[in-house]
């Protein structure tokens, strides 16, 4: 019996239903389409950006600083190229080795533990089981990192930076100040002329993780483009030294506060040394007190007391309030509008001339001799030289002398009286020898400067004439009077003509003078030909006995004698009015 065969009859989609589902795909199809041309073509941009944002991090090369040298090229500061060492477990790989992961961990620690001479606890301390972006050491040299790489170990990353690092530690402190830790200048020129000393560079690119910690990256840590500029002062390194040895051993002999010491090329300004005391190392600045940063030698006020009446004659002698070979009646003592004014030693030294106002530091000589110049005139000229304004150089911000209203000063004959030997009006130390710079070089005026590129911002100034060179040379030769004769011989050095002053001058504390001292001294030479003046100053020195002749003399002379020495300047011996030099 033949089986009958099954036929299978298919329905047929009813068209309604075939039409919704072929919609339907072609929208999916569309939609789809339509995302990929927008992620590929109109968002394209905005997810690479998001995608380097999260792959990569920029390192910034702002932080870079460029050397600091003296006039010979000698480092003063520079930046010290370090490595940051990061490890990746993950990625540790050493050729042909199968070994598991702790022992690989243990085996990369036995290898950079002599290099980094520390202990293998401290750096298996590190990796806690985490298997990227562990930082393991800072501060690892060059040598270090050199070995490192040679070690040819995946999963390790060298990251380079820079820190700052001053070779002279305190020698420099006061004048060039320090960087903090982020690579910023804080203090002295490093802050001052900030932006000359920082370096603008391209920035760096380097990998990084999800949880934003550095990757191994094949091509190695960049360099940033190099800068083999430097700033070049004009500080001599062999006279700094020199000065700063000077001015430290005597500061510690009489337990003064503090103490400077400068040394400037009369001519131009430059500045040739330039120490304070007390200092610091600006290597580990955070280990001092945030006083001992100030410049207080431009930033600090004194009254210079005698070290001003060299100053103070030149004024006389311009206005021809005096002639340079007259005599004045100095009786110790005299009364001006109620008030007693004397000498330091109480005693009068009867009619002298003018050389020997300076020689016994006459204050009643002063006082008579002033009093020939109209007070109107005399502040008018106490303005000219600058005295109430700020001090315009490349050092710290500078603090304006304080000077009375020309008012106070032209009605109350007292002021123009205690003016004449230095006092109710005060400067700063380097206006100071600034205004002594002037009096040497023949009256024009010069700006105190430690940069050589200064000299770029002077193109345009216009030096102005302050005293004729005629009153210079005077003045200059009735100082020498003072070495040679008078209270500053302690400087005397055979062979060589010095002129100087010295200065005592009563610390003023709410109002009244008190028993507190500033001792100066102020020397220019060679007398003959003026190239240098050197101006050393002392705060409240301890012992009863000290004076500008007793503390500050003898560490001026320490100076010259090593200035000799460096700049090789001949002795000379006056003979006959004739300079003649010694074989």
Request: charged letters at 25%; glycine letters at 6%; hydrophobic letters at 35%.
């Amino acid at each position: 019996m033949k089986r009958s065969k099954k036929i299978v009859h298919l329905v047929p989609l009813k068209p309604r239903r075939f039409k919704v589902t072929y919609i339907f795909c072609l929208l999916l199809i569309s939609g789809l389409f339509g995302r990929l041309v927008n992620l590929q073509v109109f968002s394209a941009s905005d997810l690479q950006k998001k995608a380097r944002l999260i792959q990569f991090t920029k390192i910034s090369s702002l932080n870079k600083r460029r050397s600091i040298v003296d006039r010979n090229n000698r480092l003063i500061a520079y930046d010290k190229p370090l490595y940051r060492l990061w490890a990746h477990p993950k990625y540790f790989n050493f050729p042909g080795d199968s070994t598991n992961r702790v022992r690989t961990i243990d085996e990369v620690v036995n290898k950079l533990t002599p290099i980094l001479n520390v202990k293998d606890e401290l750096l298996l301390s590190k990796f806690e089981n985490k298997m990227l972006g562990i930082e393991l050491l800072d501060e690892i040299t060059e040598n270090q990192a050199k070995k490192i790489k040679n070690l040819h170990i995946s999963g390790l990353d060298l990251v380079k930076y820079s820190q700052r690092y001053y070779p002279q530690r305190n020698l420099y402190s006061n004048l060039i100040g320090f960087v903090n830790y982020e690579n910023k200048g804080s203090a002295g020129l490093e802050l001052h002329l900030d932006n000359q000393i920082k370096v603008l560079n391209k920035s760096n690119l380097i990998k990084k993780g999800g949880d934003g910690t550095p990757l191994p990256d094949n091509s190695g840590p960049r360099d940033f483009i190099s800068d083999y500029k430097s700033l070049g002062l004009t500080i001599d390194s062999r006279l700094q030294k020199a000065t700063f040895k000077a001015l430290s051993k005597h500061v510690v002999k009489w337990n003064a506060k503090k103490g400077f010491a400068i040394v400037m090329n009369v001519n131009n300004g430059e500045i040739l040394s330039l120490a304070s005391i007390p200092s610091y190392d600006p290597n580990k600045y955070w280990d001092y007190d945030t006083e001992v940063f100030r410049g207080w030698y431009s930033q600090d006020l004194f009254e210079p007391g005698s070290t001003f009446k060299p100053i103070n004659l030149a004024l006389a002698l311009e206005e021809k309030a005096i002639q340079k070979d007259g005599l004045v009646e100095d009786s110790g003592e005299v009364n001006v509008g109620g008030w007693s004014l004397s000498n330091w030693d109480k005693k009068g030294n009867g009619y002298i001339d003018y050389p020997k106002v300076l020689q016994v530091s006459s204050n009643v000589g002063m006082v008579k001799i002033m009093q020939n110049l109209p007070s109107k005139t005399y502040w008018n000229w106490l303005n000219k030289l600058g005295i109430n304004k700020r001090l315009e150089t490349d050092l710290f911000e500078s603090t304006a002398g304080q000077l009375k209203s020309k008012n106070i000063f032209v009605t109350q004959s007292i002021e123009p009286a205690v003016a004449s030997f230095g006092k109710g009006f005060s400067i700063s130390p380097l206006k100071l020898a600034q205004l002594h710079a002037v009096l040497a070089n023949g009256g024009s005026e010069i700006i105190p400067h430690v940069t050589l590129n200064f000299k770029d911002h002077l193109k345009n100034y216009s030096p102005k004439e302050i005293f004729s060179n005629e009153v210079s040379k005077t003045v200059l030769k009735w100082m020498e009077s003072v070495v040679d004769n008078g209270s500053g011989k302690g400087a005397k050095i055979d062979g060589y003509r010095i002129g100087g002053k010295t200065g005592t001058s009563q610390k003023a504390v709410n109002g009244r003078y008190t028993s507190k001292k500033v001792c100066s001294f102020v020397a220019s030479f060679p007398v003959n030909n003026p190239k240098y003046v050197v101006l050393v100053v002392i705060d409240e020195p301890s012992k009863a006995y000290a004076y500008g002749s007793t503390v500050a003399v003898p560490i001026a002379k320490e100076i010259i004698e090593s200035l000799i020495v460096i700049e090789k300047i001949p002795p000379q011996i006056e003979e006959n009015r004739k300079v003649v030099k010694k074989p």
